[in-house]
């Protein structure tokens, strides 16, 4: 199979490359723009094995697409490529509508004339699995209750509005014109390679530069945590073994504080790289919460795992501890 993976050089997008390259005989073409959030870095343990090509590609440039589905000619498509960081979203959201909905729609409309003129044997085997985010449900706050693939969508920042939309255009096109979808919802991902914007990297890195680790509002706000890799083999279950027009949450069974997820990285390092006075710890710094920050989100991942068998191999605390062990040993190339 040859699979087309936007956002390739991306974090997530990075670890389904790596793992299809690893672990299965598939053919990778990697399309991404390299914004600031893309690494090549990521790949270069695969970057020259003759199963893997990249593209400099930008999603929202449609002939671009469309040129690179006639010249490669995909078995399927994982589309990964997205505008990511809430915090951005807020400050700038033009450029989350134009990648995560006009993107997604070039997308889809590449995809849908590229099979359209599938040979009959190719067009039943070929899919497009869209890769979105658990956001898109909104709050759980003052529940003890889960996502479902079920639940309606009640999206609360630009970022999560912006991957619903997407989320309803791949259902839509699936409806009205009978493209093979899949579609994936994940909770929040970990791991090597994520760019030090997000939670987890920057409380590493600023710890070990000694700067503040700074903590929206209380830090009470509950996440879902999933390791990447774990992940990576999720969306690959889902491309082969997927049925077409199905959703699938997909969680780390993880569901942590994340004033308790900072302290829990304070404590590796204390172990592992000790300062010579004080305690990590003692760099949280409490600051002004976000706009519409949800409370809480919470997978109930039931349904991939009794249908495809996946579960997750890492729990939080040994995803957790191979995480800041990656950061340190990477450290100067971060």
């Excluded at 590609?57 to 040129?67: G, L, P, T, Y």
């Excluded at 919460?289 to 997750?312: C, F, M, N, V």
Aim: proline share 4%; with cysteine.
């Amino acid at each position: 199979m040859k699979i087309l993976i936007t956002g390739g050089a991306g974090f997530i997008g990075s670890a389904v490359i790596r793992y299809v390259i690893n672990h299965t005989q598939d053919h990778v073409v990697n399309i991404d723009k390299l914004t600031y959030a893309g690494n090549l870095g990521s790949l270069a343990s695969i970057s020259k094995s003759p199963r893997y090509q990249f593209e400099k590609i930008d999603i929202c440039n449609a002939s671009d697409v469309a040129v690179a589905f006639a010249k490669h000619q995909p078995d399927a498509v994982m589309h990964l490529a997205a505008e990511s960081h809430v915090d951005r979203s807020i400050h700038g959201p033009a450029e989350f509508i134009q990648t995560n909905i006009v993107g997604t729609y070039n997308l889809l409309e590449a995809a849908r004339s590229y099979w359209d003129n599938l040979p009959a044997t190719r067009k039943a085997g070929f899919r497009f699995h869209h890769i979105s985010t658990d956001e898109v449900y909104g709050d759980l706050d003052g529940t003890t209750a889960l996502f479902h693939e079920s639940t309606p969508y009640a999206p609360s920042s630009p970022y999560s509005a912006s991957k619903a939309s997407a989320d309803h255009l791949v259902r839509a096109w699936h409806k009205t014109f009978g493209l093979p979808v899949l579609i994936t919802n994940c909770s929040n991902n970990y791991g090597p390679y994520q760019f030090p914007e997000k939670l987890i990297p920057l409380v590493i890195l600023n710890a070990l530069q000694g700067k503040p680790l700074p903590i929206y509002g209380q830090g009470d706000q509950v996440r879902d945590w999933l390791y990447v890799e774990d992940h990576a083999k999720a969306l690959y279950q889902v491309i082969v073994n997927g049925k077409v027009g199905e959703t699938y949450n997909i969680g780390g069974h993880n569901e942590k504080q994340n004033i308790d997820v900072v302290r829990k990285i304070c404590q590796i390092l204390d172990s592992l790289r000790p300062l010579e006075k004080g305690e990590y710890a003692d760099l949280i710094t409490y600051v002004e919460d976000r706009l519409g920050h949800d409370r809480r989100y919470a997978i109930d991942a039931s349904k991939i795992q009794r249908e495809l068998g996946w579960t997750p191999d890492e729990s939080f605390e040994s995803g957790i501890q191979k995480t800041v062990q990656w950061y340190l040993d990477n450290y100067a190339t971060t």
